[in-house]
């Protein structure tokens, strides 16, 4: 024997006595990292490789590393004896719990040769009856190795046969992620023949008939019948195995059938003839479904019950000629339980298949791959109840099946079942891959009677988007498109978790959460903490020149989730109502009532300046400010800011009092009174700075909404959208309801125009103004360094009082309070803006919910980190 | 912050400005000195004979607080500690100010004049601004017992704002004839009793320090427990930074911070006790009544959801049919004290077993909560937002999907018995809904249509003939899989 071929993701258990050379074997064939020697786990566990004494825990080790690899889908080499069938029994038992092949390789060599290795190793002073009795063991144990559950078993029986051998890693049936499409994957057809023809020719192949005018191959564009297979792992491999003559823009596409191909329907040979040959030509996939398992028993004879429609596909066939079956036989048996296919972006299985099984092989994988998991109850109609696998899937690739049939395909968690019924008066469904678009073609008539209708055949509504707590909580690692890769601490989790169940709105109109705001570097202007020159200055050291400054509201941040019409919400994000107006850390401004009525007026306001039309979309995502400040933060106002003020005017005169009058009495407390004099003036300066986020509100009225950016719509963001773009939307809204939103005061600047901008802010912040946030007017920005700030905020004077306290401005206070450290805020905002923007993107996409709710709950979890609360 | 006392030389029956010699403070020259937060200033606004008053102005500084994290400890990292009431108010700042300053005469100790250290004199002492918990009414029941007549008059929120109404401080004027080291006694502890906030000086003395300061007084006030748990009931607060962050996170949204406070607020009608009728609280008979349930249905793996501090869990444990108890609340703050309650660190291995206790949330399914043989909410749902009451339906009953799960909330007929619950009010600020008993039958019927249970309901607490118990129970059966 000189070659072995070991599939690519296998449990290999080298068998051999002590000294038959399975450590340097190992050396020779895999990596270190790959191989698990119980000698190494001894080692570990009790510092001396050979202590028999620790075998227990060592091979405790041995289990678990060995299952962290494989769970990890990493080709895993076992060097131990494993001359005892017991021993065995828990690798064959391991490599089955993470459904991959388990290997034999056995090491025989002559007794002598390993008694006199061992002798060699001062380590190894065990006596020849240990290698003789584990000989023993081993002989007797050999012809029993393929019962005991290993797939392949190689017998070495000779020092030169093993020197001799090389070994060949081959990929597994069911890897076919070179093959990157795109694909038409199209649901059960369930023999319903003319349907398949009808669908293919809609999806643009052409049919190719044999002299009987049977269909016998369908190629896409008609170009390419007779294209090289490409259902062979072994071919697909073969590098230039596309076809030359490709029309650019048009790539051929191939079709994978999802199984279920016969029973029940009036052409299963016809709609069997027709996908052999399309999977012979190299033109179709096809994995196996449940009923061609049941057809394949049946045609060898086994005792199978002919329900489910079996009895007409053994009758349609019976009048073809034996060689068809025999045909037929043959391919069914070929069938591979399911396929990973692009790079593993795609996943077909006839009933789909949870994560940990793709691309895995076992005897559980194929059962699940054509039967799909039961509860083991039965529902009134007496079919098995299906366990929901979906609801709970979170895996990155997309997983295509049939078998469960369903009005209209929906997505769950990035998985979709095409079984649109149609033998039973339904649908034939198929899907582009990757355009994630169905096409589909109605069924011609109903050709059986379904076990239960149609149209229950699922739960009213759709399954509910399950949120699963291993979804948020937890170290949490998320790529995101414009920052790379951004870490979530597990306490960081944590608090949010709290804050999201307490306060939060439903996470399906929770599409994003706004990201903080670094405020400008320290002026060195004395007694002026934030100046816009600092702004400008930080933007031009990163070659940002186009800058807008836009006014800072006195409110509270507001997400707006707008729809169209009522019955948008529940179509797209499944929950009844109108949308949400919710806070920076997702928490609703009003009551269902009140957010409703507000809703249907800004539904007006943007339905009259023709946004919906314009953008093409059915909801939007506004990005605004909810004003007066005191409509949300009344109890802050009054329990914080208004407390201190009501302290102030009460303790401050009373001390001037008894100051002036001992000064009066010529006592030295000079100092001391002139200081509480200013004090006293700073404490009506704080009154009068938050009393300007003040007013009056009941209900609605009184509440003002100031939106200035576009944030998604149906398929869309707009991050790229410069901000002259948002702006004028804004304005439009205001034009078309002037009594509710208000616009943003702006002002465009370039490198020529800084002074234009400090005079525009010092206006701003002289009449009372918070002051204003400068930005990129291109929107996002991409320089040498990375992601520009999205924005900078340049405060004003009085509204820093409310931050820094009333006595900030005093110059003992004001010059310790310089030493600002930004790096973490800034680092932070641009943390938060990225996860963000993927929040919106995923929204936009119509990802599944977690993946959405992922990065919403990582910006509330990141805002908990303990960063300076003033900047 | 500010406060004099003074006094004149009728009310000294000697020349008022032997009060300096009392204070061991001489009137013609201020006096600077460092303390806690900043600096104190003593000097006497008027000193004749006639009149003699002593003025201490308390220059807090607020930037040097938040650095030593006296401020942090206080209010955690939020923006709270650089904004605050501390430059103003008379708290327990000012009270260690004062202790330190007239620490002698505090004492009673003069040398120069140690005849009227033992005499009660005629005193006027004004405190312009007293953060009071209870408003006046608490400074007069405080005051008054110990000789005080009494003048507390409610500071306005903000005069342009006249809505608002009053604020939490009062400008507090005492008179009364006492002594001076007996009325200086009163001010250090009674300061931080109305404030109730945060000390900022808690140590493993403060018993010692309240019994020393209370020494002659303390004894005989009506109110001594109200005192006593006051000045000593504020643990220490838990300065952990994931404990902070939630702070942050809620602040940043503009509400009060106080959402997960030290001290639980109690339920209204929960404390309850005493007389004939109800010889326990309401908390204890619904822990009674839901470990008796327990038992009754012989669950053994049990979890109790929003555990709090775990006071239900520790009854749970105490009973060994209950082999496995799980302990779960959406809050790291209450885990954290729930372990401490528990004595998890001290526990043995074979109790320790039994237990698991994980931050989960009820809005979120969640797999560790499998194969429970019961579930409870005790006083859950009713901190749940309606419009997420479906997910934590589907988390409880369709993903843990417990044997049994029993759930109890107020009952919102029942109200109109609580005397100090104003009409239309819920018993605790977080409470988000209450239900009547129709309501709560309502959603528990709903819930069984979805979820494949059955529910059977049980009053706790005296069965009011007209609007029932206090709480309401529920008890929900899984139906036997088909």
């Keep these: 024997m000189d070659r072995i071929g070991i599939p690519a993701l296998s449990l290999v258990v080298l068998i051999g006595v002590s000294g038959s050379g399975k450590s340097s074997f190992a050396r020779k064939h895999f990596l270190g990292t790959e191989v698990i020697s119980s000698d190494f786990c001894r080692g570990l566990v009790s510092d001396d490789e050979n202590d028999q004494a620790a075998s227990k825990d060592a091979f405790e080790v041995l289990n678990f590393i060995a299952a962290k690899r494989l769970a990890a889908g990493r080709l895993t080499v076992i060097d131990a004896t494993s001359v005892q069938p017991e021993s065995r029994k828990q690798l064959v038992a391991l490599a089955r719990e993470y459904d991959v092949l388990p290997v034999a390789i056995v090491l025989d060599v002559p007794e002598r040769v390993a008694i006199d290795r061992n002798a060699l190793r001062p380590d190894r002073q065990f006596g020849p009856q240990v290698v003789q009795r584990q000989r023993q063991q081993l002989r007797r144990g050999l012809r029993n190795l393929k019962r005991e559950g290993f797939r392949s078993v190689h017998v070495l029986d000779s020092v030169e046969a093993i020197d001799a051998v090389s070994i060949e890693r081959t990929r597994l049936f069911n890897d076919l992620t070179d093959q990157t499409g795109?694909?038409?994957?199209?649901?059960?057809?369930?023999?319903?023949?003319?349907?398949?023809?009808?669908?293919?020719?809609?999806?643009?192949?052409?049919?190719?008939?044999?002299?009987?005018?049977?269909?016998?191959?369908?190629?896409?564009?008609?170009?390419?019948?007779?294209?090289?297979?490409?259902?062979?792992?072994?071919?697909?491999?073969?590098?230039?195995?596309?076809?030359?003559?490709?029309?650019?823009?048009?790539?051929?596409?191939?079709?994978?059938?999802?199984?279920?191909?016969v029973d029940r329907g009036p052409d299963t040979p016809g709609v069997l003839r027709l996908v052999m040959g399309m999977v012979a030509s190299g033109n179709a996939f096809c994995v196996p479904g449940n009923h061609e398992d049941k057809l394949l028993k049946a045609l060898r004879g086994k005792k199978v019950k002919l329900s489910h429609g079996l009895e007409e596909s053994l009758a349609q066939l019976a009048a073809e000629p034996a060689e068809f079956r025999a045909d037929v036989e043959k391919f069914i048996d070929g069938l591979i339980s399911h396929y990973v296919l692009d790079g593993g972006n795609l996943v077909v299985s006839h009933a789909g298949l949870v994560e940990r099984m793709h691309g895995r092989t076992s005897g559980r994988v194929r059962a699940f791959c054509l039967y799909g998991e039961t509860t083991g109850e039965t529902d009134e109609f007496g079919l098995p109840v299906r366990y929901p696998w979906a609801n709970d899937y979170r895996g990155r690739a997309m997983v295509v099946y049939g078998h469960t049939p369903t009005p209209v395909p929906e997505w769950i968690n990035n998985t979709i079942c095409l079984d649109t019924g149609c033998v039973f008066g339904g649908s034939l469904t198929a899907l582009r891959y990757p355009e994630r678009e169905l096409v589909s073609v109605e069924a011609i008539e109903q050709y059986y009677e379904p076990a239960k209708p149609l149209h229950t055949a699922t739960a009213p509504g759709r399954e509910p988007d399950v949120l699963d707590i291993t979804d948020v909580t937890g170290r949490r690692v998320i790529e995101t498109a414009t920052h790379g890769r951004l870490s979530i601490r597990a306490e960081q989790a944590g608090a949010a978790l709290e804050v999201m169940s307490r306060f939060a709105i439903d996470p399906r109109f929770l599409l994003y959460l706004p990201p903080t705001m670094s405020p400008v570097a320290t002026s060195p202007i004395p007694g002026v903490l934030e100046h816009p020159v600092q702004a400008f200055e930080a933007y031009k050291a990163e070659g940002v020149t186009e800058l807008v400054c836009e006014e800072k509201h006195m409110g509270s941040r507001a997400v707006v989730l707008l729809t169209r019409d009522d019955d948008v919400a529940e179509k797209r994000f499944g929950l009844a109502g109108r949308g949400a107006v919710h806070t920076r850390t997702g928490r609703s401004f009003f009551d269902t009532t009140l957010t409703d009525e507000l809703l249907l007026r800004l539904r007006a306001v943007a339905s009259e300046a023709g946004l919906f039309d314009e953008l093409d979309t059915s909801w939007l995502l506004l990005d605004a400010e909810l004003l007066p400040w005191s409509a949300k933060a009344i109890e802050l106002l009054k329990n914080q800011y208004a407390a201190v003020g009501a302290a102030a005017r009460t303790s401050l005169?009373?001390?001037m009092v008894g100051l002036e009058s001992a000064v009066a009495a010529g006592l030295d407390v000079g100092d001391l009174l002139a200081r509480t004099q200013r004090r006293t003036v700073n404490a009506e300066l704080f009154s009068a700075a938050y009393r300007r986020y003040c007013w009056p509100t009941e209900g609605l009225d009184g509440v003002r909404i100031a939106p200035f950016q576009v944030l998604a719509s149906e398929g869309t963001t707009y991050e790229e959208k410069p901000h002259a773009w948002h702006l004028a939307i804004a304005d439009r809204l205001v034009a078309a309801g002037p009594a509710l939103v208000t616009a943003t005061r702006r002002l465009f600047v370039d490198l020529d125009s800084w002074e234009a901008g400090i005079a525009w802010w010092e206006e701003l912040t002289a009449a009372?103004?918070?002051?204003?946030?400068?930005?990129?007017?291109?929107?996002?920005?991409?320089?040498?360094?990375?992601?520009?700030?999205?924005?900078?905020?340049?405060?004003?004077?009085?509204?820093?009082?409310?931050?820094?306290?009333?006595?900030?401005?005093?110059?003992?206070?004001?010059?310790?309070?310089?030493?600002?450290?930004?790096?973490?805020?800034?680092?932070?905002?641009?943390?938060?803006?990225?996860?963000g923007l993927e929040s919106l993107n995923r929204a936009a996409r119509g990802e599944p919910l977690w993946r959405i709710h992922e990065t919403v709950f990582a910006v509330l979890a990141l805002e908990s980190e303990p960063v300076d609360p003033r900047l | 912050m500010f406060l004099t006392i003074g006094t004149t030389s009728a009310g000294l029956g000697a020349p008022a400005t032997d009060l300096g010699f009392l204070l061991h403070k001489n009137p013609a020259r201020p006096q600077s000195m460092e303390v806690a937060g900043g600096t104190v200033h003593v000097f006497y606004p008027e000193a004749t004979d006639e009149r003699c008053t002593v003025a201490v102005l308390l220059e807090v500084d607020p930037i040097a607080l938040v650095r030593s994290g006296r401020g942090r400890a206080a209010e955690g990292f939020t923006l709270g500690q650089y904004v605050n009431d501390r430059p103003y108010a008379a708290s327990s700042l000012l009270a260690v100010a004062v202790g330190k300053l007239f620490r002698t005469a505090m004492i009673g100790r003069c040398d120069a004049r140690p005849e009227l250290t033992t005499r009660p004199i005629l005193l006027d002492i004004h405190v312009p601004a007293l953060p009071c918990r209870g408003g006046a009414t608490m400074a007069e029941r405080l005051f008054s017992p110990l000789g005080w007549s009494v003048d507390a008059q409610p500071v306005p929120l903000d005069p342009e704002i006249p809505a608002w109404g009053d604020s939490r401080y009062v400008d507090l004027r005492l008179r009364g004839e006492l002594r001076l080291a007996d009325a200086l006694h009163h001010l250090y502890v009674m300061l931080p009793v109305l404030d109730d906030a945060k000390h900022y000086w808690v140590g493993s003395d403060e018993v010692d320090k309240l019994v020393r300061a209370g020494e002659g007084w303390l004894g005989a006030h009506p109110d001594r427990e109200l005192i006593s748990r006051r000045y000593l009931a504020h643990r220490k607060r838990l300065t952990d930074s994931a404990l902070e962050a939630l702070d942050r996170l809620v602040e940043s949204d503009g509400v009060e911070v106080e959402t997960s406070p030290d001290e639980p607020i109690a339920e209204v009608g929960d404390d309850l006790a005493g007389d004939s009728e109800q010889p326990v609280s309401l908390a204890v008979q619904r822990r009674t009544a839901v470990v008796e349930l327990l038992r009754e249905i012989g669950a053994r793996r049990v979890a109790d959801l929003g555990c709090g501090e775990g006071v239900l869990v520790a009854q749970l444990l105490k009973d060994s049919s209950f082999t496995e108890v799980v302990a779960t609340d959406v809050s790291a703050r209450a885990l954290t004290y729930a372990e401490r309650r528990l004595h998890v660190d001290e526990m043995s291995d074979r109790k320790r077993?039994?237990?698991?206790?994980?931050?989960?949330?009820?809005?979120?399914?969640?797999?560790?909560?499998?194969?429970?043989?019961?579930?409870?909410?005790?006083?859950?749902?009713?901190?749940?937002?309606?419009?997420?009451?479906?997910?934590?339906?589907?988390?409880?009953?369709?993903?843990?999907?417990?044997?049994?799960?029993?759930?109890?909330?107020?009952?919102?007929?029942?109200?109109?018995?609580?005397?100090?619950?104003?009409?239309?009010?819920?018993?605790?600020?977080?409470?988000?809904?209450?239900?009547?008993?129709?309501?709560?039958?309502?959603?528990?019927?709903?819930?069984?249509?979805?979820?494949?249970?059955?529910?059977?309901?049980?009053?706790?607490?005296?069965?009011?003939?007209?609007?029932?118990?206090?709480?309401?129970?529920?008890?929900?059966?899984?139906?036997?899989?088909?």
């Excluded at chain 1, 009987?212 to 062979?232: K, V």
């Excluded at chain 1, 990129?776 to 990375?786: E, F, S």
């Excluded at chain 2, 749940?384 to 107020?410: E, K, S, W, Y």
């Excluded at chain 2, 979820?451 to 005296?462: A, C, L, T």
């Design chain 1, 768 to 835: 009372g103004g918070e002051g204003m946030v400068v930005k990129p007017a291109a929107n996002l920005v991409r320089t040498k360094k990375g992601l520009a700030q999205p924005g900078l905020k340049v405060r004003g004077r009085e509204y820093l009082r409310i931050i820094y306290g009333p006595d900030y401005t005093e110059p003992a206070n004001f010059d310790r309070l310089r030493n600002r450290n930004l790096g973490h805020k800034r680092s932070m905002a641009l943390r938060e803006y990225a996860l």
């Design chain 2, 353 to 482: 077993e039994r237990l698991r206790l994980f931050q989960s949330s009820v809005t979120y399914a969640d797999a560790r909560l499998a194969d429970l043989d019961a579930a409870v909410l005790m006083e859950v749902i009713e901190h749940v937002d309606p419009p997420r009451l479906p997910a934590l339906a589907h988390a409880v009953f369709g993903a843990a999907r417990p044997g049994n799960v029993v759930v109890t909330t107020p009952n919102s007929e029942h109200n109109v018995r609580f005397e100090t619950l104003p009409a239309g009010a819920f018993r605790h600020p977080d409470h988000r809904f209450e239900w009547t008993r129709a309501e709560f039958q309502d959603w528990a019927t709903s819930v069984c249509a979805a979820y494949g249970y059955d529910v059977s309901f049980r009053p706790v607490g005296p069965d009011d003939p007209e609007v029932g118990p206090p709480t309401q129970l529920a008890l929900f059966r899984l139906k036997e899989a088909v």
């Design chain 1, 653 to 655: 005169p009373a001390a």
């Design chain 1, 182 to 261: 795109p694909f038409d994957i199209i649901g059960d057809v369930h023999g319903c023949r003319a349907e398949l023809e009808q669908l293919l020719g809609r999806l643009g192949y052409t049919i190719t008939r044999d002299a009987d005018g049977r269909p016998i191959d369908a190629a896409y564009g008609g170009s390419r019948a007779g294209a090289e297979p490409a259902g062979d792992p072994g071919a697909a491999s073969v590098a230039g195995a596309e076809p030359e003559a490709e029309p650019a823009g048009d790539p051929a596409r191939r079709v994978v059938f999802v199984g279920d191909l």
